[in-house]
């Protein structure tokens, strides 16, 4: 993966893009430390795919992740209430 300046992605950012479709991702940094990666939407959809989904998506999906056993209505015994006084 080629390493490009934030500086250099920007001044030359159709090369960065070029490379990128071409060579594939390529990572741009900040002050020397790691900032993000430019990806081939390819990828980026591949990625997508394969990521587990999220907390809204489980919970508006119409499938059943589980099974619960719930007890049956009217069966639960009560406790005798305790008298105050």
């Known amino acids: 993966m080629h390493v490009w300046p934030v500086q250099d992605a920007k001044a030359r950012f159709s090369e960065f893009l070029d490379a990128c479709l071409a060579q594939g991702p390529q990572m741009v940094t900040r ?13 980026w959809r591949r990625l997508q795919a394969a990521a ?5 998506e ?18 639960a015994r009560r406790r005798k209430p305790i008298a105050l006084g």
């Open 31 to 43: 002050r020397g430390a790691e900032a993000a990666v430019l990806i081939p939407v390819a990828e």
């Open 52 to 56: 587990r989904p999220s907390l809204k």
């Open 58 to 75: 489980l919970l508006l999906s119409d499938a059943a992740r589980i099974d619960l056993d719930l007890p049956r209505r009217g069966r």
